[in-house]
Protein backbone atom coordinates (compact mmCIF):
# COMPACT_ATOMS: atom_id res chain seq x y z
CA UNK A 1 0.00 0.00 0.00
CA UNK A 2 1.46 3.31 -1.09
CA UNK A 3 0.87 6.46 1.29
CA UNK A 4 0.85 8.30 -1.57
CA UNK A 5 -1.90 6.67 -3.81
CA UNK A 6 -4.48 7.68 0.12
CA UNK A 7 -3.12 11.02 0.52
CA UNK A 8 -5.93 12.65 -2.06
CA UNK A 9 -4.16 15.89 -2.57
CA UNK A 10 -7.70 17.51 -3.12
CA UNK A 11 -7.92 17.01 0.42
CA UNK A 12 -4.87 18.86 1.56
CA UNK A 13 -5.46 22.77 3.04
CA UNK A 14 -2.40 25.02 4.57
CA UNK A 15 -2.77 27.86 6.98
CA UNK A 16 -6.23 27.08 8.01
CA UNK A 17 -8.00 29.95 10.36
CA UNK A 18 -10.25 27.51 12.32
CA UNK A 19 -9.67 27.80 16.17
CA UNK A 20 -11.78 25.08 17.83
CA UNK A 21 -12.81 21.69 17.60
CA UNK A 22 -15.79 21.88 15.48
CA UNK A 23 -15.00 24.11 13.05
CA UNK A 24 -11.65 22.11 11.83
CA UNK A 25 -14.04 19.07 11.49
CA UNK A 26 -16.59 20.81 9.64
CA UNK A 27 -13.58 21.86 7.09
CA UNK A 28 -12.43 18.48 7.22
CA UNK A 29 -15.32 17.23 6.15
CA UNK A 30 -15.65 19.93 3.59
CA UNK A 31 -11.72 19.22 2.43
CA UNK A 32 -13.20 15.18 2.10
CA UNK A 33 -15.99 15.91 -0.26
CA UNK A 34 -13.91 16.96 -2.47
CA UNK A 35 -12.51 14.03 -3.29
CA UNK A 36 -14.37 11.29 -5.84
CA UNK A 37 -13.91 8.32 -3.32
CA UNK A 38 -16.67 10.15 -1.39
CA UNK A 39 -18.83 11.24 -4.29
CA UNK A 40 -22.03 9.24 -2.73
CA UNK A 41 -21.34 10.47 0.65
CA UNK A 42 -22.59 14.24 1.44
CA UNK A 43 -20.50 16.41 3.31
CA UNK A 44 -22.89 16.23 6.58
CA UNK A 45 -22.51 12.28 6.57
CA UNK A 46 -18.66 13.04 7.00
CA UNK A 47 -19.33 15.47 9.29
CA UNK A 48 -21.18 13.53 11.60
CA UNK A 49 -18.62 10.46 11.33
CA UNK A 50 -15.84 12.68 12.46
CA UNK A 51 -18.31 14.00 15.63
CA UNK A 52 -19.50 9.95 16.60
CA UNK A 53 -15.79 9.09 16.72
CA UNK A 54 -15.26 12.92 18.84
CA UNK A 55 -17.41 11.90 21.88
CA UNK A 56 -15.77 8.72 22.51
CA UNK A 57 -12.42 10.79 23.20
CA UNK A 58 -10.52 13.49 21.37
CA UNK A 59 -8.70 12.09 18.62
CA UNK A 60 -5.67 14.97 19.93
CA UNK A 61 -2.86 13.22 21.22
CA UNK A 62 -0.61 15.42 22.42
CA UNK A 63 2.40 17.65 21.12
CA UNK A 64 0.02 19.48 18.42
CA UNK A 65 -1.36 16.75 16.34
CA UNK A 66 -4.82 15.37 15.89
CA UNK A 67 -5.83 12.18 13.65
CA UNK A 68 -9.65 12.50 13.30
CA UNK A 69 -10.86 9.32 11.81
CA UNK A 70 -14.00 7.47 11.33
CA UNK A 71 -15.63 4.76 8.90
CA UNK A 72 -18.30 5.85 6.33
CA UNK A 73 -20.66 2.93 5.18
CA UNK A 74 -20.42 2.93 1.46
CA UNK A 75 -16.84 4.03 1.21
CA UNK A 76 -14.94 1.47 -1.12
CA UNK A 77 -11.70 2.94 -0.59
CA UNK A 78 -9.62 4.88 2.27
CA UNK A 79 -8.86 8.68 1.83
CA UNK A 80 -6.09 10.35 3.78
CA UNK A 81 -5.99 14.30 4.33
CA UNK A 82 -4.03 17.13 6.12
CA UNK A 83 -4.34 20.51 7.01
CA UNK A 84 -2.24 22.90 8.85
CA UNK A 85 -3.39 25.46 11.80
CA UNK A 86 -0.57 27.79 12.83
CA UNK A 87 -2.32 29.75 14.92
CA UNK A 88 -3.39 26.28 16.70
CA UNK A 89 -6.87 24.99 17.72
CA UNK A 90 -8.64 23.66 21.00
CA UNK A 91 -9.15 20.15 20.36
CA UNK A 92 -9.37 18.82 23.75
CA UNK A 93 -6.08 17.16 23.79
CA UNK A 94 -4.99 16.06 27.16
CA UNK A 95 -1.80 17.67 26.86
CA UNK A 96 -3.78 20.93 26.55
CA UNK A 97 -2.17 21.59 23.40
CA UNK A 98 -3.84 23.34 20.52
CA UNK A 99 -3.53 21.31 17.44
CA UNK A 100 -1.41 23.13 14.40
CA UNK A 101 -1.04 19.64 12.13
CA UNK A 102 -4.15 17.32 11.52
CA UNK A 103 -3.69 14.22 10.10
CA UNK A 104 -7.49 12.79 8.78
CA UNK A 105 -8.78 9.58 7.68
CA UNK A 106 -11.75 8.24 6.21
CA UNK A 107 -11.95 4.25 6.03
CA UNK A 108 -14.41 1.67 4.08
CA UNK A 109 -17.05 0.37 7.27
CA UNK A 110 -16.09 -3.08 6.40
CA UNK A 111 -12.40 -2.47 6.98
CA UNK A 112 -11.89 -1.98 10.45
CA UNK A 113 -8.40 -3.91 10.76
CA UNK A 114 -6.97 -1.70 7.89
CA UNK A 115 -8.20 1.64 9.48
CA UNK A 116 -6.45 0.86 12.80
CA UNK A 117 -3.46 -0.58 11.14
CA UNK A 118 -3.25 2.93 8.77
CA UNK A 119 -4.18 4.67 11.98
CA UNK A 120 -1.56 2.97 13.85
CA UNK A 121 1.30 3.46 10.75
CA UNK A 122 0.27 7.19 10.61
CA UNK A 123 0.98 7.46 14.21
CA UNK A 124 4.39 6.50 13.64
CA UNK A 125 4.96 8.58 11.27
CA UNK A 126 4.54 11.75 13.13
CA UNK A 127 6.72 11.08 16.27
CA UNK A 128 9.64 12.79 14.26
CA UNK A 129 9.10 16.17 15.73
CA UNK A 130 11.49 17.70 13.00
CA UNK A 131 9.02 15.80 10.75
CA UNK A 132 5.61 17.32 12.34
CA UNK A 133 7.48 21.33 12.04
CA UNK A 134 8.36 21.05 8.43
CA UNK A 135 4.50 20.50 7.68
CA UNK A 136 3.51 22.68 10.50
CA UNK A 137 5.51 25.23 8.38
CA UNK A 138 4.89 24.62 4.96
CA UNK A 139 3.77 27.39 2.81
CA UNK A 140 1.83 25.66 0.35
CA UNK A 141 -0.56 22.42 -0.54
CA UNK A 142 2.62 20.91 -2.49
CA UNK A 143 5.25 21.49 0.16
CA UNK A 144 2.81 19.86 2.54
CA UNK A 145 2.06 17.14 1.20
CA UNK A 146 5.97 15.93 -0.15
CA UNK A 147 7.28 16.82 3.65
CA UNK A 148 4.09 14.47 4.71
CA UNK A 149 5.38 11.67 2.55
CA UNK A 150 9.35 11.69 3.24
CA UNK A 151 7.99 11.50 6.63
CA UNK A 152 6.31 8.45 5.49
CA UNK A 153 8.16 6.76 2.78
CA UNK A 154 6.21 5.76 -0.13
CA UNK A 155 5.23 2.32 0.55
CA UNK A 156 3.83 1.45 4.39
CA UNK A 157 2.78 -1.74 3.79
CA UNK A 158 5.72 -3.12 5.90
CA UNK A 159 4.23 -0.74 8.43
CA UNK A 160 0.75 -2.06 8.54
CA UNK A 161 2.05 -5.56 9.99
CA UNK A 162 0.91 -5.43 12.89
CA UNK A 163 1.41 -8.53 15.47
CA UNK A 164 -1.52 -9.07 17.31
CA UNK A 165 -2.13 -11.21 20.58
CA UNK A 166 -5.47 -12.48 21.57
CA UNK A 167 -5.52 -12.24 25.17
CA UNK A 168 -8.18 -13.66 27.99
CA UNK A 169 -8.92 -12.31 31.38
CA UNK A 170 -11.01 -14.16 33.49
CA UNK A 171 -12.77 -12.69 36.70
CA UNK A 172 -14.67 -14.16 39.57
CA UNK A 173 -15.26 -10.87 41.18
CA UNK A 174 -17.63 -8.91 39.70
CA UNK A 175 -16.43 -5.33 41.59
CA UNK A 176 -13.14 -5.98 39.98
CA UNK A 177 -14.30 -7.56 36.85
CA UNK A 178 -15.73 -3.42 36.32
CA UNK A 179 -12.61 -2.21 37.41
CA UNK A 180 -10.63 -4.37 35.17
CA UNK A 181 -12.42 -3.50 32.14
CA UNK A 182 -12.40 0.26 32.17
CA UNK A 183 -8.12 0.02 33.28
CA UNK A 184 -8.70 -2.18 29.07
CA UNK A 185 -10.62 0.09 27.95
CA UNK A 186 -8.11 2.85 28.19
CA UNK A 187 -5.50 1.15 25.61
CA UNK A 188 -5.00 2.46 21.94
CA UNK A 189 -6.36 0.36 19.17
CA UNK A 190 -7.65 -2.67 21.21
CA UNK A 191 -11.20 -4.48 20.55
CA UNK A 192 -12.98 -6.00 24.04
CA UNK A 193 -15.61 -8.43 24.43
CA UNK A 194 -17.44 -9.84 27.21
CA UNK A 195 -18.38 -13.44 27.74
CA UNK A 196 -20.44 -14.78 30.83
CA UNK A 197 -19.58 -18.45 31.82
CA UNK A 198 -21.60 -20.42 34.75
CA UNK A 199 -18.33 -22.08 35.22
CA UNK A 200 -14.78 -21.34 34.45
CA UNK A 201 -14.41 -24.43 32.85
CA UNK A 202 -16.90 -23.31 30.19
CA UNK A 203 -14.26 -20.87 28.64
CA UNK A 204 -11.06 -21.79 29.78
CA UNK A 205 -8.62 -23.33 26.90
CA UNK A 206 -8.00 -26.61 27.06
CA UNK A 207 -4.01 -25.94 28.10
CA UNK A 208 -5.43 -24.31 31.34
CA UNK A 209 -5.68 -25.85 34.13
CA UNK A 210 -8.29 -24.33 36.78
CA UNK A 211 -10.45 -26.02 39.88
CA UNK A 212 -13.86 -27.09 38.94
CA UNK A 213 -16.03 -24.56 41.17
CA UNK A 214 -19.77 -24.58 40.00
CA UNK A 215 -20.65 -21.72 42.83
CA UNK A 216 -18.24 -18.91 41.23
CA UNK A 217 -19.46 -17.67 37.64
CA UNK A 218 -16.81 -15.72 36.26
CA UNK A 219 -17.05 -12.80 33.57
CA UNK A 220 -14.23 -13.32 30.48
CA UNK A 221 -12.61 -10.13 28.79
CA UNK A 222 -11.82 -11.28 25.54
CA UNK A 223 -9.05 -8.55 23.93
CA UNK A 224 -7.43 -8.50 20.63
CA UNK A 225 -4.35 -6.25 21.30
CA UNK A 226 -1.27 -5.10 19.64
CA UNK A 227 1.66 -7.52 20.51
CA UNK A 228 3.80 -5.01 21.82
CA UNK A 229 1.08 -3.81 24.76
CA UNK A 230 0.66 -7.35 25.97
CA UNK A 231 2.52 -6.38 28.89
CA UNK A 232 0.77 -3.28 29.53
CA UNK A 233 -2.58 -5.31 29.82
CA UNK A 234 -1.10 -7.34 32.31
CA UNK A 235 0.59 -4.21 34.21
CA UNK A 236 -2.76 -2.74 34.22
CA UNK A 237 -4.37 -5.61 35.46
CA UNK A 238 -1.78 -6.59 38.61
CA UNK A 239 -2.59 -2.59 39.53
CA UNK A 240 -5.52 -3.77 40.34
CA UNK A 241 -5.29 -7.21 41.64
CA UNK A 242 -1.88 -7.31 42.62
CA UNK A 243 0.78 -10.06 41.56
CA UNK A 244 -1.43 -12.21 39.67
CA UNK A 245 1.04 -15.22 40.99
CA UNK A 246 -0.41 -15.08 43.82
CA UNK A 247 -4.13 -14.07 42.67
CA UNK A 248 -7.31 -15.83 43.48
CA UNK A 249 -10.38 -15.42 41.42
CA UNK A 250 -8.32 -13.58 38.24
CA UNK A 251 -6.62 -15.68 35.31
CA UNK A 252 -5.07 -13.89 32.24
CA UNK A 253 -4.15 -16.22 29.19
CA UNK A 254 -2.25 -14.58 26.21
CA UNK A 255 -1.73 -16.56 22.72
CA UNK A 256 0.09 -14.95 19.76
CA UNK A 257 -2.40 -14.61 17.01
CA UNK A 258 -1.18 -16.07 13.27
CA UNK A 259 -4.20 -13.74 11.35
CA UNK A 260 -6.80 -11.30 12.59
CA UNK A 261 -9.27 -9.68 10.28
CA UNK A 262 -12.26 -8.57 9.91
CA UNK A 263 -15.09 -6.51 11.94
CA UNK A 264 -17.78 -6.15 14.05
CA UNK A 265 -20.93 -3.98 14.81
CA UNK A 266 -20.94 -1.98 17.64
Not at 76 to 83: E, I, N, Q, S
Not at 130 to 139: G, N, Q
Amino acid sequence: MKLSELLRSECICVHSTADDKALALCEIARLAKQCDVLKNVSEEAILEAFQDRETLGSTAFGNGIAIPHCRVRGVKDFVVGLMTIPQGAEFEADDRKKVQLIVFIIAPRQQSDMHIRLLSAISQVLQDDTSVRKMIEADDVEQLRRAFLEAGGEDISEQLQIHRNLVHVFVQDENVFREILEALRGLENISLSVLRAESPRTYLLPSVRVKENENHPCRVIAAVIERRLSNEVIRRVEAITGSLLECMGVLVAVQELDYSAGSLEI
